[in-house]
């Protein structure tokens, strides 16, 4: 053994004078499970003729195994999953596949974890897939192939399996702007817990009454949402996605607004004077609901004149009923004015104008008879 220039070591063997056939063995220290077991090394065999210089042989022993020339050489990739989905390892050999080989998956510790069902890709080559790890949870572990076989054993590299958990928003979308029939948010989808990278981004809506619900993929810092209904409470959280089956987290925090009213559709309709008297007249109109008052909170109101004595009277008054009411106070053969008007905060309507006389006094006229 000698030491070169550059700080490493070298052998040399010297075979003159021995017997064709013979061997030299170079025994290296056991690596332990935390070792690296990649080696590189350089080699030069030389003769006298130049023609049979003999050939340099490495073998493997694994686990208290049986010494041998590794037959194959194994390569295995980091695996990348979400939380709860199938995490699948593949070992890809180069070698002949043996019915008298084994092949299986270990883990960093030691501990043997399954065997491997082995597909031949060619005469010169073969691959194996195994199904392993609990991915219930966000973790790292690492696996390499072993195989084993008459001639000998052989490992792979350590690869990683690395599961992930799916982003989920931390804070609630923001509003930045609300009408009757939109709503305009920011996702805030920056600050996630779980992991990205975030390759999409989704808007999920629907009305706390009810059960439906609504996605749209956001594409944009900002997000509007159309088409809503006026005066309706909605309930909006955003979706992430990063790579992969089951890359979709949760909803994140729920941000919960409520559309403005709009204008009512139009005013009362079929407004009629049912019945009339000296002093009252009773009015009645064709009923409505949330559809022509696009508001949930609204009020009605009758707004009446008349000319009395050559002086004019105005008034208005609110109508608590749905679909009829009685002016009362007026003064007898008066010619009324009157129409109900609709409003809610953000407009008003008004049915058309209604114009009745009230009748004659009967009292006063026979009071006036006998005078």
């Not at 990739?77 to 043996?98: D, H, L, R, Y």
């Not at 390759?199 to 009305?207: A, F, G, N, P, S």
Request: charged share 20%; glycine share 8%.
């Amino acid at each position: 053994m000698r030491r070169d220039f550059l700080g490493g070591s070298f052998m040399v063997v010297n075979a003159s004078g021995r017997a064709s056939g013979q061997k030299a063995h170079l025994y290296m220290p056991t690596l332990k499970e935390n070792d690296t077991h990649c080696i590189d090394f350089l080699y030069s065999l030389s003769s006298r003729d130049g023609a049979s210089p003999g050939t340099l042989n490495v073998y493997i022993k694994v686990n208290g195994g049986a010494q041998g020339k590794a037959p194959h050489f194994l390569r295995l990739q980091n695996v990348e999953v979400n939380v709860g989905q199938n995490a699948t390892f593949q070992c890809t050999a180069g070698g002949k596949w043996s019915q008298h080989d084994k092949l299986w998956l270990q883990q960093w510790n030691g501990k043997d974890t399954a065997l491997m069902v082995t597909r031949v890709v060619n005469h010169r080559r073969f691959s194996a897939t195994v199904s392993v790890g609990d991915t219930s949870q966000r973790s790292t572990s690492r696996y390499r192939c072993v195989i084993r076989s008459d001639g000998g054993s052989g490992v792979s590299n350590y690869a990683d399996l690395i599961v992930k958990a799916p982003p989920t928003p931390i804070a609630p979308p923001e509003l930045l702007a609300v009408g009757a029939t939109y709503l305009w948010i920011k996702p805030n989808a920056n600050s996630i817990i779980g992991d990205g990278p975030i390759i999409l981004k989704e808007v999920e809506y629907r009305t706390t009454s009810g059960n439906w619900a609504e996605t749209h993929v956001v594409d944009s810092p900002t997000y509007k949402l159309w088409h809503l209904d006026p005066d309706v409470e909605y309930e909006i959280k955003v979706l992430l996605s990063r790579p992969g089956e089951g890359g979709t987290g949760p909803p994140g925090p729920p941000l919960v607004t409520r559309t403005k009213c709009a204008d009512p559709v139009h005013g009362p309709q079929n407004v009629n004077v049912v019945d009339v008297r000296a002093r009252q007249l009773t009015i009645q109109w064709e009923t409505f609901g949330y559809a022509v008052t696009r508001c949930h909170s609204y009020n009605l109101t009758v707004q009446y004149q008349y000319v009395f004595n050559q002086q004019e009277f105005v008034a208005e008054e609110l109508i608590q009923t749905s679909s009829h009411y009685t002016l009362r106070g007026l003064r007898p053969f008066v010619t009324v004015r009157l129409r109900l008007v609709l409003a809610n905060p953000e407009g008003s309507k008004e049915s058309e104008e209604i114009v009745k006389q009230t009748e004659e006094d009967g009292v006063q006229n026979i009071e006036h008879h006998f005078n």
